[in-house]
């Protein structure tokens, strides 16, 4: 029998009779609640949730893409054409500066997508650069982008992952200084702040006409909480004005609370348990036999754990991507329903009928995570549980340090597979597989412009990638909001919450 524990801690529990403080509205301004540090606010480095939030009110990419319709509006460009199988070309918006008052012009792109784009520069997310050769400026209103091979998903990364940089203010501080005090296009500038705080502004001279709009809420708190129950009780003591990742069984609690709005949003985000069957944190894993891997894919009861841990809309996924990605072909997957006596039988044959021990790394939900480790507890597998902040976690698995991670992926909200599957198991770090002909098949779907042709190779992968159960696909995620009544907030599903475009109501 599993056991599922509840998140909220006695002192969140006793707040709960508390009546929150006044809103930001008096000041018009806002105070949030995250979970991580940032070790940096270059968006190419620092690619947790968090970070990528505070990347898009720092800076701007070249376009944006609408959450609710999915269409490509201007931002940063105006307007964009393909000029052949390889390039893209952008016009820029004249009159753009950047917080320290510098012009934008073509010259900032080059030269911060040309820095990325060389894998020595350490971009955390290689499947969001590598596809680029080279920029080229044409004018300073005009630069072209140009792929190393045909790469169909283009307008998807420079909306979702792309960020521009003042090439000036980069080459005078260098890198690291830029990711401390950073100076972007975007709606908001960096004031001030430490590990656990910091201060965004409006940017008084952001240009009109973007998608974006123009920020309404002058001031932007921004507090780092990793404990989820002092997150809560700060939201309902009036500590903060909105947080999230609030646990499923915590949204009905929080609604009860006076002046406070808790609800469920879903995401395109996909949680999985990866496991390491190239060997890398052990040479000798069990895991390297896919007997064994399969093994863990019927031990796990997902259709539980989602029913009671997951809430909401959250479903189970069978596929190693976000169901309505580009690419993302459910009906390619191999399907492995809870069977611990299978899983137990596949075991044995594979010489491990007495168990053996694994260790596990996981971050955002301590029950989910003990939820698996009890149910590969149950075939005889020991799963020793690290529970980690969101970028210990993942630096584990991309660094090799652990045999299987609970982890999740939210594929930067690109609506493509090459985001997600193609991030993966595409032989970087991430790729805990390190499979040729998956490699191959990856980087072929990457560089094939046509549609149906593109569809047929990632089903392919797909396939492969089930049946030699490199992962336990578990389920989406769906992200618990908390806010006061007061704050007009819309959460969307591709997870980025926008406060320019969020506005106090009183």
């Not at 320290?100 to 040309?114: C, H, K, Q, R």
């Not at 045909?150 to 005078?172: H, K, M, R, T």
Request: aromatic share 10%; glycine share 8%; proline share 5%.
């Amino acid at each position: 029998m599993i056991r599922f524990s509840r998140l909220l801690s006695a002192t969140a529990v006793l707040a709960l009779g508390a009546t929150g403080a006044l809103a930001g509205s008096e000041d018009n301004s806002l105070t949030i609640g995250i979970g991580e540090e940032l070790p940096s606010f270059d968006g190419y480095i620092s690619t947790s949730r968090d970070g990528v939030v505070m990347t898009r009110h720092l800076f701007d990419m070249l376009i944006y893409r609408n959450p609710e319709t999915f269409e490509y509006e201007p931002l940063l460009a105006t307007s964009w054409e393909r000029i052949d199988d390889l390039t893209w070309e952008f016009t820029l918006r004249e009159g753009v500066t950047f917080h320290d008052g510098s012009a934008f012009d073509a010259e900032d792109v080059a030269f911060t997508l040309n820095h990325y784009a060389d894998p020595e520069a350490g971009a955390r997310s290689q499947a969001s650069v590598s596809w680029i050769e080279n920029v080229e400026v044409v004018d300073p209103q005009t630069v072209r982008i140009v792929s190393d091979a045909p790469f169909p998903a283009a307008l998807e990364f420079v909306a979702g992952s792309l960020p521009i940089y003042p090439s000036d203010y980069v080459e005078s501080v260098g890198w690291q200084e830029f990711g401390q005090a950073p100076i972007g296009t975007g709606p908001y500038v960096y004031q001030a702040g430490d590990s656990n705080a910091f201060t965004l502004t409006a940017y008084e001279d952001y240009f009109e006409g973007g998608g974006k709009g123009t920020p309404a809420i002058d001031t932007i708190e921004v507090r780092i909480i990793p404990d989820t129950a002092t997150r809560i009780a700060e939201m309902i003591g009036g500590g903060v004005d909105w947080i999230w990742n609030v646990p499923a069984d915590q949204i009905e609690q929080l609604n009860a609370v006076p002046g406070l709005t808790a609800e469920l949003g879903s995401t395109m985000r996909i949680a999985m348990v990866a496991m390491d069957a190239a060997g890398r944190a052990n040479p000798e894993s069990p895991l390297a036999d896919p007997r064994v891997r399969q093994a863990v894919n019927h031990a796990i009861d997902r259709e539980t754990l989602v029913s009671a841990l997951v809430g909401g809309d959250g479903e189970v996924v069978n596929v190693p991507c976000y169901p309505m990605q580009f690419g993302c072909d459910t009906e390619a997957a191999t399907v492995y329903d809870f069977d611990p006596e299978r899983a137990r039988e596949l075991l044995a044959e594979a010489g491990h009928g007495d168990g053996f021990s694994v260790r596990m790394a996981s971050f955002r939900d301590r029950a989910r995570a003990e939820a698996v480790q009890q149910y590969l507890a149950n075939v005889g597998i020991t799963a020793d549980l690290e529970m980690l902040q969101a970028r210990a976690s993942f630096s584990a698995w991309r660094e090799g340090d652990i045999d299987m991670w609970y982890g999740d992926w939210g594929s930067f909200s690109i609506a493509d597979v090459s985001a997600s599957t193609g991030n993966f198991f595409n032989g970087g770090t991430n790729d805990g597989a390190q499979d040729a002909e998956l490699i191959a098949l990856i980087e072929r779907g990457a560089a094939t412009i046509d549609e149906e042709e593109r569809r047929s190779i990632y089903s392919d992968a797909i396939s492969r990638i089930t049946e030699q159960a490199y992962w336990v696909p578990m389920h989406t995620i769906v992200m618990g909001y908390a806010y006061k009544d007061a704050l007009d907030f819309t959460p969307t599903v591709d997870e980025l919450p926008r406060f320019f475009l969020a506005s106090w109501t009183e």
